[in-house]
């Protein structure tokens, strides 16, 4: 199986910084690579399919690119409603997630 | 508005059993793949398993084959996930999701149900 590991696992950041997560998978998976969003107590929610498109209605600040084994999700402005955990997937089957990176303020 | 309601969840005994049901909502349920994924208290997003369309071919993660079936009714707009010998390390909320169309992965979750495994 694919083995998906993000980085890192903590971000402590500030509003208005510019942050990037890391995300690389054990095996090339083209860019079949997506980004979701989880806030404490609630389901997560789709950010970026195939490495870079962005899903209707996420703001423009979130962008991803890579592709092969290395893929990066960045926030260009952070805004107090992207303070949250994230994870990256790989969806050739089997489908795996990251292990999250939390978000926090500084 | 696509809508995916979780029920089923619960306090079990390990080698016990538990059914989960998801009802859909908002969509053309019979033309989507969909899966269930879970997430252990305090712990990141593991898949679990996913049902397509047409030949509904099943998969499942390691952790559950064997022990977990996944099954739909497209008549009742409904998901099921069959839970048996479950173990300790099963307890998690459980998310029904639906799988995109084309390019897309998982784009719709329901808001989960809780499974709790203790003596």
């Known amino acids: 199986d694919i083995q998906m590991t993000q980085s890192p696992s903590t971000l402590s950041a500030s509003v208005g910084d510019r942050v990037s997560i890391a995300c690389r998978a054990s095996h090339s998976i083209s860019s079949w690579l997506a980004w979701y969003q989880q806030k404490p107590g609630k389901a997560p929610k789709l950010l970026i399919y195939k490495a870079s498109i962005l899903e209707n209605g996420v703001p423009s600040r979130f962008s991803g690119s890579g592709s092969g084994t290395e893929f990066t999700l960045t926030i260009s402005s952070l805004q107090p409603e992207d303070f949250a955990t994230y994870y990256c997937?790989?969806?050739?089957?089997?489908?795996?997630f990251g292990q999250g990176t939390k978000v926090e303020i500084k | 508005e696509v809508q995916l309601v979780e029920s089923g969840g619960g306090l079990v005994e390990p080698g016990g059993s538990l059914r989960l049901s998801c009802v859909a909502s908002g969509f053309h349920f019979s033309t989507y793949a969909m899966n269930w994924v879970r997430q252990a208290p305090g712990k990141g997003l593991e898949w679990v398993s996913t049902?397509?369309?047409?030949?509904?071919?099943?998969y499942y993660d390691d952790s559950v084959r064997g022990r977990f079936t996944i099954s739909r009714d497209n008549a009742k707009d409904s998901l099921y996930l069959q839970m048996n010998s479950l173990r300790a390390d099963d307890t998690a909320v459980y998310y029904c999701?639906?799988?995109?169309?084309?390019?897309?992965?998982?784009?719709?979750w329901g808001q989960g149900t809780v499974v709790t495994v203790s003596p």
């Open positions: 049902i397509v369309t047409g030949d509904n071919a099943l």
């Open positions: 999701v639906r799988y995109g169309h084309g390019d897309v992965p998982f784009d719709y």
């Open positions: 997937q790989q969806y050739n089957n089997p489908w795996t």
